[in-house]
């Protein structure tokens, strides 16, 4: 036995290829073992990640169960408080107006790119067409606060003054004010001054602006009275006896750039009386269900809405011939039919492609469309003009 192992090691050793075959394939599985061994270790540091993974679910499937039942406390709060859902308290603190870390000057950051495009692309004339399309709602009731931006990126800025009479946050379980003046005051830096009749409205408006971040340090404290400047909110009850003085007392400025009217009964009497102010941007309610067939006015403001549910107290060609005759040009009326925007004329002319009454409603999306049924014809209560 022996003897045969001798003679089988002397002839192994006699072939050189064999022995390199040999040597070279014991250097392979080493570089094997190694490898199985760097995999296998690679294998422990894999499986302990997932042991972390698993651990981090675990704790995450307890927080989101903790959140279901939180969840659930609330649901069943809000079930008990009826159908109302959250407070007004609750709301206003999601309220990003009110807040600082909610990214709040989005609506501005938006409003000046689109401003910036109007400016580089705009055509030297706007049409009527052109400011429907740029219409949309911030503060607004409707579509004016987009409208009102072309507008002023067309003609630009002189003093940033916006007068408006009747303005209330009646619409807003929050107080926030629904009318055209907020949008340039807390997203663009106007100063203003809005006129309301009721008190309680103007302690909202005022409330409101006293907390929004963009006008929340515009306060004065003079004989112990705490008060706020910009924008002026002013309770008061506006009559062609006293638009001028008023308009005065509140800020002497002659040439606004921008001036909107909603007494619901009053506004045609009180223009035709004011000479104090000469707005470059007048925005005024008309009544539509009389089309553009007659030019009428309801001067007792008690009649108002009685019989419908009326948008203005003077018709738009009413409108158009007062205010043609103190210089003014019909530019636009609104998507829904309720505010007319003039543009002074020494402001529009070489800008703003003029309109009647006539092509405003012929040309109008929704109005141009509606039944023969919607319009109306005045009764006794109206008088032409």
């Known amino acids: 036995m022996l003897r045969k192992l001798s003679e089988f090691l002397a002839a192994f050793r006699a072939t050189p290829q064999l022995v390199d075959l040999v040597y070279t394939q014991t250097e392979q599985l080493g570089h094997i073992r190694a490898l199985l061994h760097a995999q296998g270790s690679q294998l422990n540091i894999q499986a302990e990640n997932l042991g972390h993974i698993r651990a981090l679910l675990h704790a995450q499937g307890s927080q989101l ?75 607004s009731q409707n579509d004016e606060d987009g409208v009102l931006l072309r507008i002023f990126s067309h003609i630009g800025l002189t003093n940033q003054y916006v007068v408006e009479i009747g303005s209330n946050c009646s ?25 309301e009749i009721d008190q309680t409205e103007c302690d909202r408006t005022r409330y409101f602006f006293a907390r ?23 309770q008061k009850s506006i009559s062609p006896e006293n638009i001028d003085q008023v308009l005065r007392d509140a800020h002497d400025e002659p040439e606004p750039d921008l001036m909107v009217i909603d007494i619901d009964g009053g506004d045609y009497a009180v223009i035709r009386s004011m000479s104090a102010v000469n707005p470059r941007v007048l925005v005024i309610e008309f009544e539509k269900r009389f089309r553009d067939r007659y030019s009428v006015v309801q001067f007792d403001s008690t009649q108002f809405s009685k019989k419908w549910s009326q948008s203005g107290a003077a018709s738009l060609p009413a409108w158009e011939k007062l205010l043609a005759n103190r210089g003014y040009t019909l530019c636009a009326i609104g998507s829904c039919g309720f505010n007319a925007f003039f543009i ?21 999306p929704t109005l141009s469309k509606v039944s023969e049924d919607f319009w109306l014809s005045p009764d006794e209560t109206w008088q032409s003009v």
């Open 65 to 139: 169960n903790i959140q279901a039942e939180n969840l659930g406390h609330i649901r069943a709060l809000l079930h008990a408080q009826g159908t109302e859902g959250f407070s007004t308290p609750q709301l206003t603190m999601m309220n990003p107006r009110f807040r600082r870390n909610v990214l709040p000057n989005d609506d501005a950051a938006m409003h000046k790119h689109l401003m910036a495009m109007w400016r580089s692309s705009s055509d030297s004339m706007i049409a009527y067409k052109d400011l429907l399309e740029s219409g949309f709602r911030v503060f």
């Open 344 to 364: 002074r004329s020494d402001v529009a002319i070489g800008k703003f492609l003029p309109l009647t009454s006539g092509v405003a409603f012929d040309t109008h």
């Open 171 to 195: 619409g807003s379980d929050l107080g926030i004010p629904e009318n055209m003046s907020t949008n340039l005051i807390v997203n663009h830096g106007w100063h203003g001054a809005i006129f």
């Open 212 to 234: 929004d971040h963009a006008t929340k340090h515009f306060h004065v404290t003079i004989n112990e009275q705490s008060d706020y400047f910009s924008p002026l909110v002013i």
